[in-house]
Nanobody
Framework: VQLQASGGGLVQAGGSLRLSCAAS????????MGWFRQAPGKERESVAR????????EIADSVKGRFTISRDNAEKMVYLQMNSLKPEDTAVYYC??????????????WGQGTQVTVSS
């Protein structure tokens, strides 16, 4: 099982990035997917998650209205569209896959992370 995150980079405040996560999972639609981030010296935090079908999404308050999560089950991809980026969004972003249901916060597989740096 492999999750490959990409799309990070350096962007000015107010700019946009789209992160992608390619999954080599047996049946992608069996997994809820999430995006997390970790900034230097800070704990990892959940940014967004999406249900197995894509019908339910949850966005952290810190990024609500600026970030959206989506998935393409046929292509085994999950995306994080990030708009109106702020310097405080600077972090390594990770995608994760979880077999357990929506009611849990458990994730079984993690990607390697992609760096997002927002300059002021």
């Amino acid at each position: 099982v492999q999750l490959q995150a990409s799309g990070g980079g350096l962007v000015q405040a107010g700019g946009s990035l789209r992160l992608s996560c390619a999954a080599s999972l047996g049946t992608f639609s069996f997994y809820k997917m999430g995006w997390f981030r970790q900034a230097p010296g800070k704990e990892r935090e959940s940014v967004a998650r999406i249900s197995r079908s894509g019908g339910i999404t949850e966005i952290a308050d810190s990024v609500k209205g600026r970030f959206t999560i989506s998935r393409d089950n046929a292509e085994k991809m999950v995306y994080l569209q990030m708009n109106s980026l702020k310097p405080e969004d600077t972090a390594v972003y990770y995608c994760a896959a979880g077999r357990e249901g929506w009611g849990t916060s458990e994730y079984d597989y993690w990607g390697q992370g992609t760096q997002v740096t927002v300059s002021s």
